[in-house]
């Protein structure tokens, strides 16, 4: 399994901008789909963005509406890192982050179609 380790969490103002990562080690699948979920407090954890592997040498991105225009999920694949550049942060945004990783290429949604899950990292959005 993919080893996952996300950072960049915090404490920030509404409005404010921040950027996680997760750097990815023991690859087993070449160019690997990856994801961001969290999971806000006493609630179920949930799919924020994801970010495909190279399909005829372009990359495609999926979003949960909430986040559609404020948040951009990106990779360099020379540092085995995914990120997750947040704009515009709410009080909504609060969450624990999770980075995700599948034995695809292909996005996903779902939960259960990935394999290979971070620690998170926590972000709170307060002022």
């Known amino acids: 399994q993919v080893q996952l380790l996300e950072s960049g969490g915090g404490l920030v103002q509404p409005g404010d901008s921040l950027t996680l990562s997760c750097v990815l080690s023991?690859?087993?699948?070449?160019?690997?789909?990856l994801a961001w979920f969290r999971q806000p407090p006493g609630k179920e954890r949930e799919f924020v963005a994801a970010i495909s592997g190279a399909i005829w040498r372009s990359y495609t991105t999926d979003y949960e509406d909430p986040v559609k225009g404020r948040f951009t999920i990106s990779r360099d694949n020379a540092k085995n890192t995914v990120y997750l550049r947040m704009n515009s942060l709410k009080p909504e945004d609060t969450a624990v982050y999770y980075c995700?990783?599948?034995?695809?290429?292909?996005?996903?949604?779902?939960?259960?179609?990935?394999?290979?899950w971070g620690q998170g990292t926590q972000v709170t959005v307060s002022s």
């Open positions: 023991e690859l087993t699948f070449v160019d690997p789909a």
């Open positions: 995700a990783g599948r034995q695809s290429r292909a996005t996903s949604m779902r939960q259960s179609d990935y394999d290979s």
